[in-house]
Structure formats: structure tokens, C-alpha cells
């Protein structure tokens, strides 16, 4: 059983910076890719980005690269989100995911965080 704990999320102005962890606590293998998505009201959850739980290979949507950075500590077990020029547009609550399959696609993925929310004012 994985169980992932989102924190970070807060109020910011456009043009501002947050960053965003995801404990992970379980068992994770090397092969889990663990992902961000995102959830405005009224909309679907999106793909935001992902990674490797071994590291290396990275994965950004088109509308947040060059802005969000995303990373990994195997020593903390934590998956970073780290959003700069944040804009209006990036309003959501943010959850982190984890599965062996992980894709961009929110259903592939087994175990979910409870979420964070990140408000960016005009």
C-alpha cells in the first residue's frame, strides 16, 4: 500500500513561485512513475507532470514547461512540484499520483494523495 501526502499549495500572487512536496510513504518500487495532476472547478483533472520514482526520465504537459520543474528525493521518499511564473490560469487543486504504469492519463494511476490547493491572483 502506497499513501502520498500533498503539502505546499497556498496563495500567490501571478508571477510568483510555490513549491510543491508529495511525501510518499510504502511500498514504491523503482519502476512507479509518480505524477502530478491538477483539478480547476468544473473541470477535468489534468496532466501536469511526472517522473521516474528512480530518477532520471521527466514528462511535462505543453502549457507548464519552462515553468514547473518537477523532481525526486529517494532519501526523503518526497516528489517535488516546483510551479514558477505561476499565473491565473494555474488555480487548482494540485494531487500527486503514483502507479507502476503511469501515464498521463489520471486513471491509470492506483493511489492518490488528498490534494493541495494553489490560488494565483491577477
Known amino acids: 500500500q502506497v499513501q502520498l501526502v500533498e503539502s505546499g499549495g497556498g496563495l500567490v500572487q501571478a508571477g510568483g513561485s510555490l513549491r510543491l512536496s508529495c511525501a510518499a510513504s510504502?511500498?514504491?518500487?523503482?519502476?512507479?512513475?509518480m505524477g502530478w495532476f491538477r483539478q480547476a472547478p468544473g473541470k477535468e483533472r489534468q496532466f501536469v507532470a511526472r517522473?521516474?520514482?528512480?530518477?532520471?526520465?521527466?514528462d511535462y504537459a505543453d502549457f507548464v514547461k519552462g515553468r514547473f520543474t518537477i523532481s525526486r528525493d529517494s532519501a526523503k521518499n518526497t516528489v517535488y512540484l516546483q510551479m514558477n511564473s505561476l499565473k491565473p490560469e494555474d488555480t487548482a487543486v494540485y494531487y500527486c499520483?503514483?502507479?507502476?504504469?503511469?501515464?498521463?492519463?489520471?486513471?491509470?494511476?492506483?493511489?492518490w494523495g488528498q490534494g493541495t490547493q494553489v490560488t494565483v491572483s491577477a
Open positions: 499520483a503514483a502507479d507502476p504504469r503511469g501515464s498521463r492519463f489520471a486513471p491509470m494511476y492506483n493511489y
Open positions: 510504502g511500498l514504491i518500487g523503482s519502476n512507479y512513475l
Open positions: 517522473i521516474r520514482w528512480s530518477g532520471g526520465s521527466t
